[in-house]
């Protein structure tokens, strides 16, 4: 018995992907993926700087200006953002925190401390709080802080 093409073989036996096909779809489905995959990095880094930049320039603006009202001053840089959440020895007594909602100060995107200085370097009426950025080294080009423009390296605080 021979098997012919017949006419009366249903539309949807005719109708499939050959094998070829399949492994296409397969290969253009991987290149894309990886290319995905490999500029992941980029997509996130300049949500992390981003994260950084409003912690820095609205954040702790709110949270220092509460403290400032209450207590007539900003914390030292000796008392630090630590003061927003526990009340410095010398002004307890005026304390009225804590001035940011967690148990702690948040660590930046890359999972380092945020630094403090006041009065501030590159704030000179107010006070500086930046992040050491991507890197990790405090005073390089690419720190992110409350302050406009310029180059971080020049002024940072050290």
Do not use: C
């Not at 399949?22 to 997509?43: E, F, Q």
């Amino acid at each position: 018995m021979r098997l012919r093409f017949s006419p009366r073989l249903p539309r949807y036996a005719l109708r499939a992907f050959t094998l070829l096909e399949i492994l296409v779809v397969l290969a253009i489905i991987g290149l894309l993926a990886g290319l995905a995959i490999t500029n992941i990095d980029k997509i996130f880094g300049g949500a992390q700087i981003t994260t950084a930049q409003l912690f820095v320039k609205e954040t702790m603006k709110t949270a220092l200006t509460t403290y400032r009202i209450s207590l007539g001053d900003y914390p030292s840089t000796a008392d630090g953002l630590q003061a927003l959440i526990t009340p410095p020895s010398s002004k307890a007594d005026r304390w009225r925190g804590p001035y940011i909602t967690d148990s702690k100060v948040p660590l930046d995107p890359w999972g380092e401390p945020y630094q403090y200085a006041y009065p501030g370097k590159r704030n000179k009426s107010g006070y500086d709080v930046w992040s050491k950025g991507p890197d990790k080294q405090d005073g390089t080009e690419d720190d992110i802080g409350n302050w406009d423009g310029g180059s971080a390296v020049a002024d940072a605080p050290k």
